[in-house]
């Protein structure tokens, strides 16, 4: 910047120019300093130069944004070939076996239909999936078993009609009689007046009810859905999970319900499930197959064993049919049936009642079944898989014995026996995957896309050389602020074990800071 200032008494006799000049752009005579003719010039250039700089930054800083651009179209062309690989393999596998899946869909709808119990998307995320909340039911510990179930005193009537309302339920009806008459003996019961509600959807449900008397209307959302009677049974999913109420009930006239309450539930699932479990190891005790092994053995063997109903008449084995199952006898009777050479009927062997066993070969190898096993009338078996028996117990030589004695009745009587090798004795299969996928790390995997988001995580699909599968994020401060841990032990030990079709196989778990 410049500035003028005279000189003398008032008279202009010449003009001082102060600031900061460059070399060259101004000349000094007797101590007056004087712009050059081209000062003004070069001053305009230094301004387009200070420009020029700045519009090169601004291009520098274009090209950067254009190079990030292209790197991620680069990352999307790699996840669109992966997504692209995935598909084409599942078109493949689905040529031998159309998909009932309408054409054009690629992957089946995450959240599409009526949501689930405890489940609601998230308004307010909008242009992404909705995230569902969590549902989760708390650990119980084993000293529930101890304390006292409260009954409240009813009149037979009241029972008759509460069972009935249970057995109608999809959820309750297949519990164990013993089950539904100890719940039926701790429901208490709820009086309502008119307008007042029995739930308020989105609130935490703790409670099961049945209705006796009265009217309810059910409503989501301020939309009516319909009402309810006497003997009509609701908020059963409380019984199971610490989630919300999708509805709200409430009483149009004056309602008496009765209810039973998540914990009570708890309390009754473990008593029978432990009473249960000591019948079937005392069961186990007269088995003359069982009866010598040590008790530590024969408590595995009741954890592991289920229980099966047969009808009149119903095969419970065919001869010929290659079997993995052992059974006991613990209600009715069977009868046995073999085929014998040169006989065009299966001829009747022998009848079995209860502590009978059939089927322990199975336990050994996949022998094909020598034998019909046919229920005579009702019949309620204990049954015992291979695989569980193998992990669990492995081989005994008591079975062994047995088998060598049958082998020799089957052939003094002419029946064939075809003896194949065990699969649980090679490395074949799930347990050659298993080695397989021993040495697969996390960074191994690539993720494709999202699956789903849930109230525990997400579900990724990944890729690993050639193959892809669904891994599962959990949030461990979720599952711990719910109290899931034991929960989430007991699902990875179950998943591990399960060998089906039918079941999603889990070969590996993983570790991750982000999670």
């Not at 007056?32 to 200070?50: F, G, W």
């Not at 529930?144 to 009149?155: F, I, M």
């Not at 009587?413 to 004795?425: L, V």
């Amino acid at each position: 910047m410049f500035k003028k200032r005279n000189m003398g008494n008032g008279g202009l006799k010449g003009t001082v120019v102060t600031g900061k000049l460059s070399p060259g752009a101004a000349t000094t005579t007797n101590g007056v300093t004087y712009l050059s003719p081209h000062s003004e010039l070069q001053e305009q250039n230094r301004s387009k130069d200070a420009e020029i700089r700045r519009l090169a930054q601004e291009l520098d800083a274009y090209k950067s944004m254009v190079a990030e651009r292209d790197a991620e179209l680069d990352r999307l062309r790699v996840e669109v070939k992966k997504l692209t690989d995935v598909i084409q393999q599942q078109a493949a596998r689905g040529k031998a076996a159309p998909s009932s899946r309408p054409q054009g869909t690629m992957l089946p709808p995450i959240h599409e239909g009526p949501l689930m119990h405890g489940q609601q998307h998230d308004k307010k995320r909008t242009g992404r999936m909705g995230v569902k909340f969590g549902v989760s039911g708390e650990s119980v510990s084993d000293k529930s078993a101890t304390q006292d179930l409260p009954r409240v005193p009813k009149e037979q009537s009241v029972k008759q009609m509460l069972k009935e309302a249970i057995q109608q339920n999809d959820f309750m009806k297949n519990l164990d009689p013993i089950q539904v008459s100890e719940i039926v003996d701790c429901m208490d019961f709820q009086m309502f007046q008119s307008g007042q509600k029995v739930i308020q959807e989105g609130e935490a449900g703790q409670q099961l009810f049945v209705a006796e008397v009265g009217e309810l209307e059910v409503t989501k959302g301020g939309k009516q859905l319909g009402n309810m009677g006497p003997k009509t049974l609701f908020g059963e999913l409380a019984l199971l999970y610490n989630c919300s109420r999708t509805a709200t009930v409430k009483a149009v006239t004056e309602s008496k319900l009765w209810a039973i309450d998540r914990n009570i539930f708890q309390m009754i699932m473990i008593k029978t499930g432990r009473t249960r479990r000591e019948e079937h190891f005392k069961f186990l005790k007269s088995v003359s197959l069982l009866k010598e092994l040590p008790q530590a053995k024969l408590s595995k063997i009741a954890d592991c064993l289920e229980v099966d109903f047969y009808h009149e008449g119903e095969y419970i084995i065919r001869e010929g049919q290659t079997g993995d199952t052992f059974f006991i006898i613990i209600e009715g009777e069977v009868k046995v049936t073999q085929k014998i050479e040169g006989e065009e009927e299966p001829k009747l062997i022998k009848t079995l009642s209860r502590g009978n066993y059939f089927g322990e070969k199975a336990l050994l190898s996949e022998d094909k079944r020598t034998a019909n096993i046919i229920a005579v009338g009702g019949v309620k078996c204990l049954t015992l898989d291979r695989v569980a028996f193998n992990q669990l117990i492995g081989p005994l030589n008591e079975i062994k014995k047995v088998d060598e004695q049958y082998s020799l009745e089957d052939e003094n009587r002419g029946a064939a026996r075809t003896s194949i090798p065990s699969s649980s004795d090679q490395v074949n299969g799930p347990a050659q995957d298993m080695l397989l996928y021993a040495k697969v790390l996390l960074d191994d995997l690539d993720i494709v896309a999202t699956l789903g988001v849930g109230g525990f995580g997400r579900v990724e699909l990944v890729k690993w050389q050639d193959k892809s599968f669904a891994l599962k994020c959990l949030k461990k401060k979720h599952i711990v602020n719910t109290r899931q841990q034991e929960h989430i032990y007991s699902e990875k030990a179950i998943m591990m074990s399960c060998n089906s079709a039918f079941i999603i196989k889990l070969y590996k778990t993983f570790k991750s800071t982000k999670y």
